[in-house]
């Protein structure tokens, strides 16, 4: 109970930490370091900080800045003209051990002083005195940057055992070929991709063919963006420029776009159709392509946009010949991460896996090796039996955490996701699936054929 007491708590700790690079503020503290000099700004701003649900580390001086920051300090806020050691000399050193962290300047001085921070690599000035509306703003986009700066390194890295399927592990050549013909000098794809899939490691994959030093990937899933911040968090305002200002030429990846409006949904065509041609563009979705033509709530200019290259990318079920190699591939990457010695399944728990219809696909395979291996026990070398493997009991988790989603979908999606769902349960049987249903057999044909759903077997 040790071992698993300890692993759970690794685990916890690594997601928690993940969470604290993704998540904005109102969410998960974000920690700023405060060095101003002035006893009485410095207080002000702290309160102000405060508020919003900043935790703030003050410094009365350059050195105490210094040694104060660290790799969980998300933004700096410095006086250029502090004492011992000035914001100018704070504002190299930043930048050389922190290039990810955004420091924001203020100053009483002039336009020079101004001119010289932003040359030395500061994010944003501000002039004393200090505007309250003016500060928090700086602070959203300064969040916002940092985020792709994150996400930009992220992709710079190698890819984990996850993403080394894409040299043949869990698709089949014919797929490969088809992700390798993907013109990359026209303006977008259209991925659909089952819930659950490798739809990240993709994209990735797509970007890193087209990628140079200074190109940005961008990921946006609007069906988790609260719809009053997409225009802003898209287009920005100001001296804001928006994340397809930052992409600036890279690459944007563009989840469930049905959940924009219509105007948003526009405007965003528009972009890539003239200023945006350079940025290449991903969009994705569960759904056909041909299900969101016509639609009300999808704007035609945007599908021109990514309707001359589509890809669809297999659910797990349809390439469990190289499941072995999947299992394989976790738990290498769970050994690491949990620095186990060894990780051994059982003949019958390779069997149990196999036999699995997985309506979770890849993202299901790791959580039920996950969960399998914390209850290894207290040994050193965990051997994982089909006993472990709570497949059922996940599947039916994963099932209830897409239904929580369905109040974010249009009465035509959730008729599809239950027709689906019926389907993949009863293996493709349509007769079997439509009793269920209590509807027709013809009705559910018709349901088949008009959107593209899939036939387990």
Known sequence: MVRVRKNFQKIFLKSLNFLCKIVDPPFMTQQVLLAED???????????????????????????ALGSVSDETTIAIVDLRLPKLSGFRCLEEFRKRHAEMPVIVISSAGTKDAVLAMKQGAFHFLQKPLDRK????????????????????????????KAKALNGIRFEQSFLSELNEIDMEKSGVYLQCPVGGPL??????LHGRKATADERFIHLDFST?????????????????????????????LENVQYLSPRVQKLLGEFFKTEGRDTFCIAAGHLALDSLRGR?????ILLEVFSRQQVEIPPLRERKESLHELVENYLGQLRVELSLPEIEVSHDALKKLAEHNWPGNDNEVYSVLERAVLRGGDLGAIRISSDDL?????????????????????????ENYFIQFHLDRCKGNKSQAARNLGITDRTIFNRIQKFGLQLSH
């Open 38 to 64: 002035d006893h009485t700004t410095r207080e002000l701003l702290t309160r102000l900080l405060a508020q919003q649900g900043f935790s703030v580390i003050g410094a009365e001086d350059g050195e105490t």
């Open 134 to 161: 003016e500060v928090l703003e700086t602070l959203d986009r300064a969040i916002e940057w940092r985020k792709i700066v994150l996400q930009e390194k992220a992709i710079r890295t190698p890819f984990s055992s």
């Open 200 to 205: 990240l490691e993709i994209a990735k994959h």
């Open 225 to 253: 963006v609260p719809s009053s911040a997409m225009y802003r968090q898209l287009f920005g305002g100001g001296s804001d420029r928006g994340l397809l200002g930052y992409a600036n030429g890279g690459t944007v990846l």
């Open 296 to 300: 009300e709530d999808v704007a035609p």
């Open 390 to 414: 709570e497949i059922d009991t996940l599947s039916n988790a994963s099932e209830e955490m897409s239904i929580e989603r369905l109040g974010n979908l249009t009465l035509c999606e959730i």
